[in-house]
T-cell receptor
């Protein structure tokens, strides 16, 4: 158990809908990262928050957004969903940011299926 | 940009066989290197890491050495077990970036 929790575990929805994925980092970790794992794109970094502020952005679509709240939990919002958004979404956390030795601890993931 | 290339899978081995999964990288600066493992139906777990050249990371019988001259971080295990069946991801992280860059993953299947 990494200490990172994600809800829900599974999500099935229809095209055009909007969903919210939730992540609670390990106790004391200030950084939260979101990754998408899909069959065609592999594991890709989406976005990082550090202590409530956006710190780094990867291949995140404009239809997707995220935020980190004062209690440090984070939410990833996916809107106008398309079939191709079906994937496993991971959240990870680390103690700080900017240092190459910062270990990231991964949650169990949310499997999103868009029908 | 940063990238990681790892060998295609699946890799199928008999129990107690020797395992090598190749990983090479391209990065600006001096990255830290990681191997993550994903067991069926689970999230990613850090298996081992190395933060500078010539460092050897090791855990659960797995080893990998950070080779700057060949930009490689190959994963090895002397004797695999059925319980090692999983997908293994090589990844790098540079000091100026916060994101992990992953390889495509290598599926390992160990049979009795």
């Amino acid at each position: 158990d990494s200490g990172v929790t994600q809800t829900p575990k599974h999500l099935i929805t229809a095209t055009g809908q909007r969903v919210t994925l939730r992540c609670s980092p390990r106790s004391g970790d200030l950084s939260v990262y979101w990754y998408q794992q899909s069959l065609d794109q592999g594991l890709q970094f989406l976005i990082q928050y550090y202590n409530g502020e956006e710190r780094a952005k990867g291949n995140i679509l404009e239809r997707f957004s995220a935020q980190q709240f004062p209690d440090l939990h984070s939410e990833l919002n996916l809107s106008s969903l398309e079939l191709g958004d079906s994937a496993l979404y991971f959240c990870a956390s680390s103690a700080s940011t900017g240092a190459s030795y910062n270990e990231q601890f991964f949650g169990p993931g949310t499997r999103l299926t868009v029908l | 940009g940063d990238s990681v290339t790892q060998m295609e899978g699946p890799v199928t081995l008999s129990e107690e066989a020797f395992l090598t999964i190749n990983c090479t990288y391209t990065a600006t600066g001096y990255p830290s290197l990681f191997w993550y493992v994903q067991y069926p139906g689970e999230g990613l777990q850090l298996l081992l890491k190395a933060t500078k050249a010539d460092d050897k990371g090791s855990n659960k019988g797995f080893e990998a050495t950070y080779r700057k001259e060949t930009t490689s971080f190959h994963l090895e295990k002397g004797s695999v077990q059925v319980s090692d069946s999983a997908v293994y991801f090589c990844a790098l992280l540079t000091g100026t970036a916060s994101k992990l860059t992953f390889g495509t993953g290598t599926r390992l299947q160990v049979t009795l």
